[in-house]
């Protein structure tokens, strides 16, 4: 996984932004891994929508607290690549550590679920059955019987009265 990520801010009030574009490798993509999402450290703005924040306001109140966090999340696999922005809090120093350290946040707990699929080895079972001995040993005499039928007298076997019973009448109505 590559992470590459920008902070630009302009003179004067305005607000920096964090851009960021995230790449999967392309054995990652193979190893199909549900996309990964942290909570990063980097606080959630008020009015995020607004480009400044001018002095005594927002974030730049000497009482703010953030109220949450931003979410970052690794790309899905199938797209392998996503690109973000989030806008960051003015701060009169330009430091944004929180940016680095979520992000390495990220690739730690990425990397150990790659870690955990990739040791999941690919394999391939085949199988097959055949007639089991006890049903073949049932059939074994009827087939035996049917081939020495069509052997020695062709057609009787067509012709074999499955029924156990000899065939050709009642012999006791013949005989009175």
């Known amino acids: 996984m590559k992470i590459q990520w920008k902070i630009k801010k302009k003179r ?10 995230i790449t999967l490798e392309d054995f990652e993509k193979q190893l199909a891994i ?6 990063s450290q980097i606080p959630v703005i008020p009015r995020a929508h607004e480009s400044f924040c001018l002095p005594g306001e927002n974030e730049r109140d000497p009482n703010w ?10 790309p899905y696999f199938k797209t392998g690549e996503v690109s973000e922005f989030i806008r960051l809090p003015f701060r009169e120093s330009g430091d944004y550590p ?3 350290a979520s992000f390495r946040a990220l690739r730690q707990k990425y990397e150990a679920k790659v870690s955990e699929a990739y040791g999941q080895s690919p394999f391939e079972l085949t199988g097959g059955l055949e007639m089991s001995r006890a049903t073949g040993k049932k059939v074994a005499a009827r087939v035996t019987a049917d081939r020495l039928l069509t052997l020695f007298a062709p057609g009787s076997a067509d012709k074999a009265d499955t029924s156990g019973e000899a065939s050709g009448g009642d012999f006791t109505k013949m005989a009175g």
């Not at 549900?34 to 909570?39: K, P």
């Open 12 to 21: 004067g009030n305005f607000r920096p932004s964090l851009s960021y574009h």
């Open 34 to 39: 549900h996309a990964v999402r942290i909570e």
């Open 65 to 74: 607290s953030p109220k949450g966090f931003h979410l970052i999340q690794v």
């Open 98 to 100: 929180e940016v680095e």
